[in-house]
């Protein structure tokens, strides 16, 4: 199936998460000016940033199981809203505690109902189960889009407004996405090309078939380390390389550079996961992780040395997502997808709360963020090894709808 075939919950879905993956990854930068106005340490926004994240996550099994009962529209409007509120609370907020039910809460609830689990979770109802990966890859590729888009758009607004305005005008964005939620159709809870998994299998049946697999398992412990990398990442570089002596400026295009070769790296690994085997794909990228990782560590800092960091971490940074998402539908069906791939993303979120918190926190300890770098490091690696034993064969005989 050519890309251009695609249905129209493909492209919608691509425009939302442009908007909500595009503001949630420019978080980074603010992380020194709201840290300088409310006069506390890294710590405090790490933290803000690490509870978005976990919220992010304990939010998406519910979501994705509001999904597949009443379909993304709904779940997709309700989070354009709280995400909007999230924003607009945080700049007018004069206490900094405030900010962990602005910033984290409200946010993290707007991002659990507007970013991947549902947004796949709807296209995974709506394109053939052989072009899944590809099309998990495109829309996660376009959807990172807006990392490449935002962040500099954000770093202006801070060079030339304040941090209060930034996030003002990302909450106006976020009406963008609940006018998108308008033109989606409701969702057919089965799956498409006339096959589906068991139609009379009940949401209690799929997550107790889910709970005896190993192979979902070792699924979360691989996207743990994925969420744990990201956060870490995108929440500390900025201020890893302003410790370095680098100005703001190679901070913001190293993230853009992250954003720009992910799309063109979430489309190449999506497509390789329809190819070959995507337990195998998903070891060789957690391997080119590994290396580019301690290889940044390890090479002087200097801008041309972010720069080409950002791009070869860009090009692996959200690949695992359509193959993690393809190997949940291609083990489990589309029918509850949503809510299996919520449940995995959980998983994901608390390595990302752990990543933005525990950077900030071994920082602010021992006044370098040398120790958590060289983890990211081993973390790469195992998680290159925890998907190689994995079952991915269906569990569902396909049936004729």
Known sequence: MSIFRFPLMVWLGIGTLIISL?????????MMPISEHFTT?????????ALQNLLFGAFQPFVGMAADRFGAK??????ALAYALGLYLTSISDNASMLYVSLGMLVGLGLSSTSYVIVLGAISKVVPPQHTAKAFGLTTAAGSFGMFAVIPGAQSLLTHFD????????????????GFSFFMKSNNPAATGGQTSIPEQTLKQA??????????????????????HV????????SYLADKGLPASSAAMALAYV???????????????????????????YIVRTIVIAGFVTLPITNSTAGIFGAAIGFCWLGTVP???GLVRQIFGARYMSTLYGLVFFTHQIGSFLGAWMGGRIYDYYGSYEPIWWSTVILAFLAALIHLPINDKPVNEPVTA
């Open 22 to 30: 595009g503001i949630r990854q420019s978080f980074g930068i603010f």
């Open 41 to 49: 340490g890294r710590e405090f926004f790490s933290l803000t940033i």
């Open 163 to 178: 941090w209060q305005a930034a996030m003002q005008v990302f909450a106006i964005a976020c009406f963008v996405m609940l």
């Open 207 to 228: 997550l107790a078939q889910a709970f005896r697999h190993k192979g979902y398992w070792l699924i979360h412990l691989g996207f743990f380390v994925c969420g744990f």
């Open 323 to 325: 193959l993690t998402s």
């Open 231 to 238: 956060m870490f990442i995108a929440t500390h570089l900025p």
């Open 74 to 79: 709904r779940i997709i409007s309700f989070g």
């Open 259 to 285: 954003g720009i070769f992910n799309i063109f790296g979430s489309y190449f690994w999506g497509l390789m996961g329809d190819n070959f085997s995507k337990r195998h794909v998903m070891s060789v990228l």
